[in-house]
């Protein structure tokens, strides 16, 4: 067992969390869905068919996105990985909002991504407070 998963699940957490096991699968689910959606607007900006400022919130969701496993288990800072799952969520429904009058099937396809996103915020900022010092 490596230091940063011990740490973790010496965490008090909600009854409701769902077992450890559970996050790899919907992860992986999750990333091959971004992938395809997300390349899909990145391949319309590059080719000029969509604007810079339309690709800007997937761009920042990928970096938030990336940044909270390290801040989470990398740093053991629930805090500031508090603040990056609520910046992962905010440019993420500012991403469904900037592309779904271009191309409805990339927000569409998001929608388990953003329910993911949403019930993890409110697991994150719960775990944060059970475990406040």
């Known amino acids: 067992m490596n230091k940063s998963y011990a740490w973790y699940q010496k965490l008090k957490k909600p009854t409701w969390a769902p077992p450890g096991w559970l996050f790899g699968p919907v992860w ?35 970096i938030f996105n990336f940044s909270y496993t390290s ?3 990398g740093l053991k800072n629930n805090y500031l990985a508090s603040v990056d799952i609520i910046l992962i969520l905010g440019t993420l429904v500012w991403s469904l909002l900037a592309i779904y009058s271009y191309a ?15 019930f993890a915020t409110i697991l994150q900022l719960t775990v944060a407070y059970l475990n406040k010092e």
């Open 28 to 62: 992986t689910v999750l990333y091959i869905l971004i992938a395809i959606s997300f390349g899909a607007v990145f391949l319309e900006t590059f080719a000029g068919k969509l604007s810079w400022l339309t690709a800007l919130p997937f761009v920042l969701n990928l």
């Open 71 to 73: 801040l989470q288990f």
């Open 104 to 118: 409805h099937w990339i927000a569409i396809m998001n929608i388990p991504y953003l329910l993911w996103v949403s």
